[in-house]
């Protein structure tokens, strides 16, 4: 075959597989974000008196990519935050609001719950930049003697804001979840559950699986009413977590050897040009 042809040829196939590495590139600075955060407030009970209350709270990292690792952590009321990422990036204690996507890898939660003026906090949040995996999770639970003088109903009222949020720029593939729960629970003496309530408000889940952006913030007030209870001593219970999951695409074995063909045919090329000007 004539040395100019195959010149061409080379070229050709050089800049098909140049476009191929330039896909390769754009996938691994492809973003993938996770974000939920709830808070509830205002908190009151009718119906029922409300015993001493035992707190805990808890949170947890996990991310395998850059730089990798895990944590946790739990306590009475406030938690410590769980973080794993750049150091430099570590948000503050108590810190609700959204990081967003700087300072990649990082995954995080944190919880809090606060009184005498009780209120609850649960967020999670995550970003890879690149491939991998990763997770955040808030969570808090309370738990309380009710005591009834009479038979009746128990009615539970506060205020909430909430947000999930979600970046999937991972192709081929990829996925990115996050959720926040809520439940009001009544056990009788015995332990067993009388009533239970998870309302729609306080409990969301939201995921993507393709390329996309998707925010759902809300606010507002919910009232929860039992059914009616005979008279005497109760346990409520009250829980919340925020979680977000990212599993973001890795390059294939497939994709890495069409990289590496990639950079063969291109030094070929030029080896051939440099073979024809020598001539």
Request: proline content about 4%; glycine content about 12%.
């Amino acid at each position: 075959m004539d040395s100019k042809v195959r010149l061409k040829k080379l070229r050709l196939f050089a800049v098909v597989f140049a476009f191929a590495l330039a896909g390769f590139a754009d996938q691994a600075r492809a973003g993938s974000y996770g974000y939920s955060v709830q808070q509830t407030s205002g908190y009151s009970v009718t119906g029922a008196t409300v015993g001493s209350v035992t707190l805990f709270s808890s949170s947890g990292a996990f991310q395998t990519g850059s730089p990798s690792g895990s944590e946790s952590q739990g306590s009475t009321a406030d938690t410590l935050q769980s973080y794993v990422g750049p150091g430099a990036g570590r948000p503050v204690e108590n810190t609700f609001t959204a990081k967003g996507m700087t300072t990649p890898d990082y995954a995080r939660g944190d919880a809090l719950l606060a009184s005498p003026s009780f209120s609850t906090a649960s967020v999670a949040e995550a970003f890879l930049a690149g491939g991998g995996n990763n997770n955040g999770t808030g969570a808090w639970s309370i738990s309380a003697p009710l005591t009834l003088s009479n038979s009746g109903s128990v009615t539970l009222s506060f205020n909430f804001t909430n947000q999930l949020s979600l970046v999937n720029n991972t192709s081929p593939s990829g996925a990115v979840a996050a959720d926040f729960s809520y439940d009001f629970d009544i056990q009788n003496s015995s332990g067993i559950t009388v009533f239970s309530s998870s309302p729609t408000s306080v409990n969301r889940t939201m995921s993507l699986t393709s390329i996309g952006n998707i925010s759902n913030p809300s606010s507002g007030s919910i009232s929860i009413t039992s059914g009616t209870l005979s008279s005497g001593t109760y346990t409520l219970t009250l829980s919340g977590a925020s979680h977000v999951f990212i599993n973001a695409a890795v390059p294939e074995p497939s994709t890495y050897m069409l990289v590496i063909s990639g950079v063969l045919v291109i030094s070929a090329a030029g080896g051939a040009r440099r073979r024809s000007n020598q001539r």
